[in-house]
């Protein structure tokens, strides 16, 4: 599937939307936002890319922070910051947090200070968000943010995804997955870009294209 051309942004609002206005230099570095609902396989899209020897020396992954539980083989500090809910609206207050959203229960942010201290660097930044992050790096960075979402090959594909990856996950929650997925892929239009992951090195060959393409522009 070929990538798609950019189209009308749907409207989208987060609760979380800080009050950040001022203008950023376009010559800082450039944001990747991987989209796409869970069981999608925007997390292994991104993880994969970051090794690859060539975007390794371009491309860096941002780390959330996160108030759920650490999964198995999930490291503090690597995969996620995980903290209390207490420390995250404590941070939130503070405004260290750039952009937020709560999933299932669970609360999910950006720190400010990460992306800041990168961008002005000159560096690039990978980020897996939902759809909701996604408008608002759009929003306060529009022409340094570069939204791509990953479409499953059909909803009976992703269903088998989720529940693989949530064995240990409660019935309850995995439905609450399936029924946010159907929404968040009505959204897929209005994205920069738009992969199919049908088959995974063919998905990461095409994002692949699509982040050396933007650096390089």
């Not at 051309?5 to 450039?30: T, W």
């Not at 594909?157 to 892929?185: F, H, N, P, W, Y």
Request: hydrophobic fraction near 35%; charged fraction near 30%; include cysteine.
């Amino acid at each position: 599937m070929k990538t798609a051309k950019r189209q009308k942004k749907h409207k989208l609002e987060n609760n979380g939307l800080p009050s950040i206005r001022q203008s950023h230099s376009q010559s800082q570095g450039k944001i990747f936002v991987i989209s796409g609902p869970s069981g999608s396989g925007k997390t292994t899209l991104l993880s994969r890319l970051i090794q690859d020897k060539e975007i390794s020396k371009l491309l860096i992954k941002s780390r959330s922070l996160t108030t759920r539980h650490r999964r198995l083989g999930e490291r503090q500090g690597k995969d996620y910051f995980f903290v209390t809910k207490d420390e995250f609206r404590r941070l939130l207050k503070a405004k260290k947090i750039l952009e937020w959203t709560r999933y299932l229960g669970y609360y999910y942010g950006t720190p400010r200070e990460l992306v800041e201290a990168q961008l002005k660097k000159g560096r690039h930044i990978g980020f897996c968000l939902d759809l909701k992050g996604a408008a608002i790096l759009k929003k306060i960075y529009p022409k340094n943010t570069v939204t791509v979402f990953v479409l499953p090959p059909s909803l009976k594909t992703l269903k088998t995804r989720i529940e693989g990856r949530c064995k240990s996950t409660d019935k309850k929650e995995v439905a609450q997955r399936l029924r946010l997925a159907r929404r968040e892929l009505l959204a897929a239009p209005g994205f920069d870009y738009c992969i199919l992951n049908n088959n995974l090195q063919v998905a990461l060959r095409e994002l692949k294209e699509i982040v050396l393409a933007q650096i390089r522009s």
